[in-house]
């Protein structure tokens, strides 16, 4: 049977002696606690030996014990010998050791101003450097699919057809009842809040001019490339991810075929497609969303509404969202497909990438928005 933890001092004249004997495991780890506290206040510059030849039991527990004993005699500047423990227990108080040893050091906060703005400016650093590596990723990303489809021009017979036509299906038809539901009801929304505000200033007859030309220019376009970006966006760069998890993607390369031309153009091109098509079936379900909300909560007829929107909006406005609606799709594939061959290893790694290539497609997609805005302005469309 084991006996209980214990471990005794002995002053001698070469230094002190330490015997500890029993079982040096958790069970009996207040009693080894009160044992080690009793001895720290009898300090001493000479060398002290721990004698472990009389402990039958050993566990982590008991390791950590040793460790932090060694520690007390180190920070004193008191070395202390670990000397008589079984084989069977060095491996673990070895293995202890190593961890101990490799832990990070514990800094203390400072709390002023300087290292304050230290740590932002370290921060600001750390986003900065995490951006540029993300942008470096989508230049070489657009640069593999140039090339990929160079090649498909120079032979058009390697096209996986077959496969964009799988893509446009799923991006494109499956998700048209989605976009036409988000988009009426974006237009029922714009339309009612323009009445109720506009009513005040005897301003009716202006929501139909909102309504056309925000729905084409602007809110049509970006609201579909949102939902595309958080439907399909996140679809592909699951699918990648997964691949690359099971090792399909590097089975590819291994039979000789090119990944971005097997796996990334077609879907790229089915994106491409898909978005402007979904951006103009959503501007028209916006268009009549907010001529339905103009009839039955503004008291406009139908006639009326049609005869003032097409006063109010030109075929410019219409070209200014169309004109959107590819580079939009190309940002948002390269993004899924690059954050998708991102993905490690393991399920975290895999939520982890989805969830920030819909967030920087959502964020790359409104600021491209904006850069837009900025430039049919300078050119007066």
Request: proline residues 3%; hydrophobic residues 55%.
């Amino acid at each position: 049977m084991t006996t209980a933890a214990l471990l005794e001092v002995v002053e001698t004249s070469g230094g002190r002696q330490l015997f500890a004997y029993g079982a040096w495991t958790a069970l009996h780890a207040r009693q080894i606690d009160v044992a080690i506290d009793a001895m720290d206040g009898a300090a001493t510059s000479l060398p002290a030996t721990l004698d472990m030849s009389g402990v039958d039991a050993f566990d982590t527990y008991g390791a950590w014990l040793v460790e932090r004993l060694s520690s007390r005699w180190l920070d004193e500047h008191r070395p202390l010998q670990v000397v008589g423990l079984r084989n069977n227990f060095e491996g673990l108080l070895g293995a202890v050791h190593r961890v101990r040893s490799d832990s990070p050091v514990a800094v203390t906060s400072d709390k002023s101003l300087g290292s304050t703005l230290a740590g932002g400016v370290g921060a600001i650093e750390q986003a900065l450097s995490a951006a540029g590596r993300d942008l470096a990723g989508l230049i070489n990303m657009l640069g593999a699919v140039v090339q990929s489809l160079g090649q498909v021009v120079s032979r058009p017979r390697t096209f996986r057809l077959t496969s964009a036509v799988h893509h446009l299906d799923r991006v494109g038809w499956q998700a048209v009842p989605i976009i036409l539901l988000i988009t009426f009801l974006i237009g029922c929304i714009i339309a009612q809040q323009g009445f109720f505000h506009f009513r005040k200033f005897g301003a009716d007859e202006y929501v139909v001019d909102m309504v056309g030309i925000l729905v084409l220019r602007e809110i049509g376009v970006l609201i579909v490339a949102i939902m595309v970006a958080g439907r399909s966006g996140s679809a592909y760069t699951a699918e990648l991810g997964a691949m690359k998890m099971r090792e399909e993607i590097d089975a590819l390369g291994t039979m000789g075929l090119d990944p971005v031309a097997v796996l990334i153009l077609p879907r790229i091109v089915a994106l491409l497609v898909a978005l402007p098509v979904l951006a103009f079936l959503g501007s028209l379900a916006a268009l009549y969303g907010g001529g339905l909300v103009a009839w039955l909560y503004g008291g406009m007829s139908p006639e009326i509404y049609i005869a003032r929107l097409k006063e109010a909006i030109s075929l410019t406005h219409f070209k200014v969202g169309m004109i959107k609606a590819p580079f939009m799709a190309l940002v948002i594939g390269l993004v899924a497909c690059t954050e998708g061959f991102k993905v490690k290893g393991s399920a975290e790694s895999l939520g982890l990438k989805t969830t920030a290539s819909v967030v920087q497609s959502i964020f790359l997609v409104i600021i491209l928005d904006g850069l837009f805005a900025v430039f049919f302005a300078a050119i007066g469309m």
